[in-house]
């Protein structure tokens, strides 16, 4: 192995390539969309450009799983993804090009329930992507101080003085800032 060449074509004929030597260990607590879209943010902007595929498609598939983790993404866009990933694959003038859909091919086929999950149930089952992530107040443990009202960005929070207080869901910009300020643990994320 001392003696093998480092360009993309030998390493393929090796079953390797650029940066395979790597080893990511995951578990339950890692978003398998959020980690393909990590790898394709870093792999669009490796691409150099020269063929239409590679930047375009990696482009493309970096949106539609940014869209996914934003709690945006539809099914078609799940199909889409897979189709674009292909093509990408295929068309791809080199290999970074050619591998460039691996992460996202790789995660499909194996975790396709996940980003199902995403799209179907509005869920991220890792609990990790803040687009589906809800706050809620303790009835029990507010003491109705007022600090998360004032801290809240836009406004979602609501009560009276020395009463519970309540998030509205559909206005919440799912910051954490209530819960930073809460004194009382009275403010849950699920």
Not at 6 to 18: C, K, N, P, R, T
Not at 62 to 69: E, F, N, R, T, Y
Not at 99 to 127: G, K, Q, S, W
Request: net charge negative; glycine share 8%.
């Amino acid at each position: 192995l001392l003696d093998q060449p480092l360009d993309y074509d030998s390493l393929q004929a090796a079953g390797a390539m650029v940066g395979s030597g790597g080893l990511v260990v995951m578990d339950e607590d890692n978003c398998i969309v959020e980690v393909a879209r990590f790898f394709m943010h870093f792999i669009q902007n490796e691409s150099c450009g020269k063929c239409v595929a590679c930047r375009e498609g990696t482009k493309q598939m970096l949106a539609l799983l940014q869209k996914v983790v934003d709690g945006r993404g539809t099914v078609d866009d799940i199909d889409l993804l897979e189709e674009l990933a292909l093509i990408v694959k295929d068309a791809s003038l080199c290999m970074l090009g050619k591998t460039a859909a691996n992460p996202v091919l790789t995660t499909l086929r194996y975790f396709r329930e996940e980003y199902m999950a995403h799209v179907r149930d509005r869920r991220c089952p890792a609990h990790n992507c803040q687009a589906f992530k809800e706050y809620f107040i303790s009835a029990e443990l507010c003491k109705g101080c007022g600090r998360c009202v004032k801290v809240c960005p836009v406004g979602a929070i609501s009560g009276a003085v020395k009463q519970p207080h309540v998030i509205d869901q559909a206005v919440c910009a799912r910051c954490g800032a209530c819960i930073a300020t809460c004194k009382f643990a009275a403010i849950e994320e699920r």
